[in-house]
Nanobody
C-alpha cells in the first residue's frame, strides 16, 4: 500500500491542523493505520492509531484529549485532527499502515512537517 500524507504547516500555539493520509494500492479497510512523529534530534514516536474498522483508537498520553484520529474507508483516507497545539508538537508526522495479522507497521508515507510557534 502507498501512503501520501498532507496537511502540515505552520501554526501558532493553541491552534489547530488536520492531517490527511491517502492510501492506494491495496484494500485499505484491511489495514490498521497509525500516525507517528519525529522531532529534530529525537527518535520517532507513536502518536495514535486506529483499527481497520474504526472500532478502536489509541493515543499517546502526550496527545490524548487534543488529537483525534479517524478514517474514511470509502475514501481510503485517515485523518489526524490536532487541536490545542503546543510547540512540543513540532515534528515531521508520518502515517503508517499495518497489514492483517502483523505486529509492525510495514508501510510508511513520506511525512508532513508540522511547526507550532510559541
Amino acid at each position: 500500500v502507498q501512503l501520501q500524507a498532507s496537511g502540515g504547516g505552520l501554526v501558532q500555539a493553541g491552534g489547530s491542523l488536520r492531517l490527511s493520509c491517502a492510501a492506494s494500492g491495496r484494500t485499505f479497510s484491511n489495514y490498521d493505520m497509525g500516525w507517528f512523529r519525529q522531532a529534530p534530534g529525537k527518535e520517532r514516536e507513536f502518536v495514535a492509531d486506529i483499527s481497520m474498522n474504526s472500532g478502536r483508537t489509541y493515543y499517546a498520553n502526550s496527545v490524548k484529549g487534543r488529537f483525534t484520529m479517524s478514517r474514511d474507508n470509502a475514501k481510503n483516507t485517515v485523518y489526524l485532527q490536532m487541536n490545542s497545539l503546543k510547540p512540543e508538537d513540532t515534528a515531521v508526522y508520518y502515517c503508517a499502515a499495518r497489514g492483517p495479522g502483523t505486529a509492525l507497521y510495514g508501510y510508511w508515507g513520506q511525512g508532513t512537517q508540522v511547526t507550532v510557534s510559541s
